[in-house]
C-alpha cells in the first residue's frame, strides 16, 4: 500500500553532459506523497534542465529515476504524462477562443460514438474543480478570464490528464498578492489531497509559506536539501548565490531636490489605437525613487515609451527638467539628460551580434571622443569599454564578446554601465532585474540607490512588488493606464498594493 | 572559443558551396559523357591560362564589385535591393549620354562628370523605393522589381525617342563615347593581351576601400548596420529609421548605377538596346552573398563569377562542351552558392548544440536553448 512517506519521485545522482559542460553535476531529489518541495537555483543553475529530464524532454547522461519505487526510464513527455507526471508552464498554453472546459479536455476529449461527450466531459472537469477548490467559470472564454484564473485552467488541465506529480514553473510571477495567497491555498489543498508538487521558484518568501522542503541547486550541483522550517532567507539566499547576500538594503533618507519629470494628464494608445495610458499625472523629483507598481499590461510599456520619445503621445504633456519634451525624438530626450533601462534588454537595450564594446557606445558613439566628423574612434570606444566593464563588474572575457553570449545578468549590467555612465538627470528603469538572480539583483538594486544618494531621479516601473516596496521613497500604482492610488512604502501593505493593482481600490490623491 | 568557429564560418561556408558546386557541375557532366576534369581544365585555362583571359576576367569583374557593394550596403541596413540591375541601367545609360553629348570637354572634367551623375542616376532610381518604404512601409523587394522594369523600358525610350539621333547610330546603339569620356587605358589594355581590361577596376578597388572604410569606421555605417541587426534597439539609441533607410538605399543605388558605368564607359564604350534586366545587377546580389558582405569577400566572388563566366566560353570552345550544358554547370555552381544560407544553417545548428546552457540564449541558439530556458 502506498502510504504518505512514500517517494513518489527519486532521482539520484543525475548527470546532464552538454559537450562537456555539466548542466546537473550529480544531483539528488527525492519528491514524497502529499509534499510541497521547492527547487530553488539561481538562473542557469540546472533547475530546468533537471525539471526537463522528469519530464522526458532530455535524457540523463547518468544516474537514476525512480517513480513510486520503481526505476523508469523517462524517454519522451508521454511516458511521464503516463506515470503522472504533469507541468504547469510558466507561459500558459492555452487556446484564448476556447471555453475553459474545451481547454481543459483538448487533446483528451472524451468521444461518444465518434462524437464529442460533451457532458461527461463537462461532468469530469467540474468534478475535479469542486475536488481541488478550484472554482471557475467553465463556460468563460479563456480571452475573457484572469491570468490568475488562467492558471486555475492550466493546473485542472494536468489534474484533468490523471497527474499525481505536479511541477510548477515559477507560478507566481504574474500573480498580485491576493492572488498569491489564493495560489498558496490551492498548493497546500493538491497537497492535502495527495498529490505531490514541485514547485520552481526564485521568491524565498513563498517556499516559506507553501514548501515542506526545499532542495537547493547551484551550478549544476545540488547543494542541500533542507526542512523549510529549519531555514531562514538569509541561509537559503546564501546557499543559492554561493555568498552571503545583503537582504536588507542600505537606504538612507531620500534628499529631495527639485521637480526633474513631471507627466501631466498623459494619454497615449496601445499598437492598435485603443487608448492605453489614459490621463496620466504624476512627478518626480531629483534624490527620489518614484516607483510604479502594477500588473503587466496596464499601460507600462506605453508610457515608458512615451516618455523616452518611442512612442506618440495623444494628449497631455511631459515636462522633463522644466522643458516640453512631449513628442520629441528619442535623441532630443535623451540628449536632454535621460538614461532608458529598458525592459527587453536584448530586444531593445542591445545589439547582440555586436561587441560589449560598440554596445556600450551605442547611445554615444556620435559624440567625442568615441567619433569626429561622423568618423568613429574604435580606440576610444575600447577604452571606454573597459573601463566600464572594471567599474560595473561586467564579467566577460573582454571587451570584443559579443553581447549575446553574455549571461542575462551581465546583459543586464552592460546596459546599465552604459546608461548610468552618461551622468543623466532622470532615469528611467523598466524592470531592471527581471529574470535575474539574487546576486545581480543586490548589485543593480545598489546602484540605483547610489544614483538616487547622487541627486538623480529615478522612475522605477516594476512587476515585482518587494522591488518596488524596498527601493520607493514613493509609489504610484497603475491599474488600467491610470494611477489607482499614490501611497509611502512605509505606510502601505502588501495587500492594499494589491487592492489597487486589480482596481479594487481607488484613492483620491 | 565561440569567437572563433563564429570566423572559421564566414570562411567555410563559402568554400563548402563553391567546392559542392563544381561537384554537382562534374556529375552533370559525367551523366552527358563530358569528361569534367578537361572541362575543368579549359575553364581555368581560357580564364586565368593567358593575359587575355586574365584581362577579361578583371573586366568581367569589376562592374560586379559595384554592385555587389552596392546590394551589401542594403543588405547591412536590412534591406533586400534588387532593383540593382535597373539602378545599374540607370547609371550606365546617363553616363554614356553625357560623354556623348560633351565629347570635346577635357578628359579630367567629362570622366568624373560622367561616373558622378552615373552614381546620381542609380541612387534616384533606388531612392524611389527607399523613400517609399521609408514613408509609406512599401515592401522594397516588390518596388526595386517593379521598377527594373519601368528602368528597362524607360532607356529604350529615351534612347530611342529623346535621345539626339545624332548620338546615335541606328535604333538600338549608341555611338562609341569619345576617348575623352572612355575608361579604356591602352597600355593597361596592350598589357592584358588586347583585352577590354580598363580603368574601372582601378575605381573598383577605391569603391572597396571606400566601402570598408564607411562601414567600418564611419557613424553612418555602424547605423546602417546597427538598423540592419536590430532595429528596436537603434530606434532606443535614437537613430532615424527612416534616414537609415534612406542613405543607405541611396549609397545603394549609388554603387549599383557605378556598375552600369564601368560597363559603359569601360567594356561597351556606348549603349544599346536591352531586353531584359542587366545580369551585372543579378549577379552582384549571388556576388554579395557569397562575399558574405565584406569587402574582401566582394572581390574575391566577383573574380570566382568572372572566371565562371569568362571560362565557361572556353568550356565550349575548347572542351567542345555544348553551351547549354556549360550554362547547366555554371547554374548549379552559382545554385550551391546561392543555398549558401542552407550550409550555414547546418554549421549553426552544430555551433548551438556545442555552445554551454550557462549563458542566456542568444538570436542564433534561441531555437535550442529557448526550451531550457522556459522550464
Request: charged share 20%; with cysteine.
Amino acid at each position: 500500500m502506498e502510504t504518505k512517506t512514500q517517494n513518489m519521485i527519486e532521482m539520484r545522482h543525475i548527470v546532464k553532459d552538454f559537450n562537456g559542460f555539466k548542466a546537473n553535476n550529480d544531483i539528488n531529489l527525492t519528491l514524497k506523497r502529499g509534499e510541497i518541495l521547492a527547487l530553488l537555483g539561481e538562473n542557469g543553475a540546472g533547475k530546468s534542465t533537471l525539471m526537463q529530464i522528469l519530464s522526458g524532454l532530455l535524457a540523463p547522461t547518468a544516474g537514476d529515476i525512480l517513480v513510486r519505487g520503481k526505476q523508469v526510464d523517462i524517454k519522451d513527455p508521454n511516458t511521464a504524462k503516463a506515470l503522472g507526471i504533469g507541468m504547469v508552464h510558466q507561459h500558459f498554453m492555452l487556446a484564448a477562443a476556447f471555453s475553459v472546459w474545451e481547454n481543459i479536455i483538448l487533446g483528451d476529449e472524451p468521444v461518444k460514438r465518434g462524437k464529442l461527450d460533451v457532458k461527461a466531459a463537462h461532468q469530469k472537469v467540474t468534478a475535479l474543480s469542486k475536488r481541488y477548490g478550484l472554482a471557475i467559470n467553465l463556460d468563460a472564454k479563456v480571452a475573457d478570464i484572469t491570468v490568475a484564473q488562467q492558471q486555475r485552467v492550466e493546473i485542472l488541465k494536468v489534474l484533468y490528464r490523471g497527474a499525481e506529480i505536479l511541477i510548477f514553473d515559477e507560478p507566481t510571477a504574474v500573480l498580485t498578492p491576493q492572488e498569491i495567497t489564493e495560489f498558496i491555498k490551492i498548493l497546500k489543498g493538491l497537497a492535502a489531497e495527495g498529490k505531490a508538487v514541485i514547485l520552481i521558484t526564485h521568491k524565498l518568501d513563498e517556499i516559506k509559506a507553501v514548501a515542506d522542503r526545499v532542495t537547493v541547486i547551484r551550478a549544476g550541483q545540488g547543494i542541500a536539501t533542507l526542512r523549510v522550517s529549519d531555514t531562514t532567507d538569509d541561509q537559503l539566499a546564501e546557499m543559492m548565490v554561493g555568498r552571503h547576500v545583503n537582504m536588507k538594503l542600505d537606504k538612507p533618507a531620500a534628499k529631495i531636490g527639485q521637480e526633474v519629470l513631471n507627466v501631466s494628464d498623459l494619454k497615449v494608445n496601445e499598437a492598435r489605437g485603443n487608448l492605453a495610458v489614459k490621463g496620466l499625472s504624476f512627478n518626480l523629483h531629483q534624490g527620489e525613487i518614484l516607483g510604479l507598481a502594477g500588473i503587466d499590461g496596464n499601460g507600462q510599456d506605453e508610457l515608458v515609451e512615451a516618455l523616452t520619445g518611442l512612442r506618440r503621445v495623444e494628449a497631455g504633456q511631459v515636462t522633463i527638467k522644466g522643458k516640453n519634451m512631449t513628442n520629441k525624438k528619442v535623441r532630443e530626450i535623451t540628449e536632454l539628460g535621460v538614461s532608458h533601462i529598458p525592459a527587453d534588454r536584448q530586444k531593445f537595450g542591445l545589439i547582440l551580434p555586436w561587441s560589449v564594446a560598440d554596445n556600450m557606445a551605442l547611445q554615444s558613439y556620435y559624440h567625442e571622443p568615441f567619433s569626429k566628423h561622423g568618423i568613429i574612434n574604435f580606440n576610444a570606444i575600447h577604452e571606454h569599454a573597459r573601463k566600464l566593464i572594471k567599474q560595473f563588474d561586467v564579467r566577460t572575457t573582454d571587451e570584443n564578446l559579443p553581447a549575446g553570449e553574455l549571461s542575462g545578468g551581465n546583459q543586464q549590467k552592460a546596459i546599465i554601465a552604459r546608461e548610468l555612465d552618461r551622468n543623466s538627470d532622470l532615469i528611467i528603469a523598466f524592470q531592471p532585474t527581471r529574470g535575474l538572480d539574487v546576486g545581480a539583483i543586490e548589485y543593480i538594486h545598489q546602484q540605483l540607490l547610489a544614483q538616487r544618494a547622487a541627486g538623480k531621479a529615478i522612475l522605477l516601473i516594476s512587476y515585482e512588488l518587494d522591488e518596488i516596496m524596498q527601493l520607493s521613497d514613493r509609489i504610484a500604482v497603475l491599474h488600467d493606464g491610470q494611477i489607482s492610488g499614490e501611497v509611502r512604502p512605509a505606510d502601505t501593505t502588501d495587500r492594499e498594493l494589491g487592492l489597487l493593482m486589480t482596481g479594487a481600490k481607488k484613492e483620491g490623491r | 572559443m565561440f569567437n572563433l568557429s563564429e570566423k572559421n564560418k564566414k570562411f567555410l561556408v563559402p568554400i563548402v558551396s563553391v567546392v559542392a558546386g563544381f561537384l554537382v557541375g562534374a556529375i552533370i557532366m559525367l551523366v552527358w559523357s563530358y569528361n569534367p576534369i578537361q572541362a575543368y581544365g579549359s575553364m581555368f585555362s581560357s580564364a586565368l591560362g593567358n593575359m587575355n583571359g586574365i584581362g577579361e576576367t578583371i573586366r568581367e569583374a569589376t562592374p560586379l564589385i559595384f554592385t555587389a557593394i552596392g546590394f551589401a550596403i542594403a543588405s547591412s541596413a536590412g534591406f533586400f535591393n534588387i532593383g540593382l540591375p535597373g539602378q545599374a541601367q540607370a547609371g550606365w545609360i546617363t553616363a554614356i549620354w553625357i560623354a556623348l553629348a560633351n565629347p570635346n570637354l577635357p578628359k579630367y572634367i567629362l570622366l568624373p562628370v560622367c561616373i558622378i551623375a552615373g552614381a546620381l542616376a542609380g541612387a534616384i532610381v533606388s531612392g524611389i523605393a527607399g523613400v517609399l518604404r521609408a514613408y509609406f512601409g512599401t515592401n522594397e523587394v516588390i518596388t526595386t522589381i517593379m521598377i527594373n522594369y519601368i528602368v528597362l523600358y524607360l532607356c529604350q525610350y529615351l534612347m530611342q525617342q529623346i535621345m539626339s539621333p545624332k548620338l546615335r547610330v541606328d535604333m538600338d546603339a549608341t555611338k562609341t563615347v569619345s576617348a575623352n569620356g572612355s575608361l579604356h587605358l591602352d597600355w593597361l589594355a596592350n598589357f592584358f593581351g588586347q583585352s577590354r581590361i580598363n580603368a574601372g577596376i582601378f575605381l573598383a578597388f577605391i569603391a572597396l576601400l571606400g566601402f570598408w572604410w564607411l562601414m567600418r569606421k564611419t557613424t553612418t555605417g555602424f547605423e546602417i548596420k546597427a538598423v540592419g541587426l536590430n532595429q528596436f534597439a537603434s530606434q532606443y539609441a535614437g537613430m532615424s529609421a527612416k534616414k537609415n533607410i534612406i542613405v543607405s538605399m541611396l549609397l545603394s543605388g549609388a554603387f549599383a548605377g557605378l556598375g552600369g558605368v564601368v560597363q559603359g564607359l569601360g567594356t561597351y564604350q556606348n549603349y544599346f538596346t536591352q531586353t531584359a534586366s542587366l545580369d551585372i545587377g543579378w549577379d552582384g546580389l549571388s556576388v554579395a552573398l557569397l562575399g558574405g558582405g565584406s569587402a574582401l569577400g566582394i572581390l574575391i566572388a566577383a573574380l570566382l563569377f568572372s572566371i565562371l563566366k569568362i571560362g565557361g566560353l572556353g568550356m565550349q570552345t575548347i572542351a567542345g562542351i555544348p553551351y547549354e550544358i556549360v550554362s547547366i554547370v555554371i547554374a548549379a555552381i552559382i545554385f550551391f552558392i546561392a543555398i549558401n544560407y542552407v550550409v550555414g544553417l547546418l554549421f549553426s545548428r552544430k555551433a548551438a548544440v556545442k555552445t554551454p546552457t550557462d549563458h542566456h540564449p542568444t538570436s542564433t541558439q534561441a531555437v535550442t536553448l529557448g526550451k531550457e530556458e522556459q522550464l
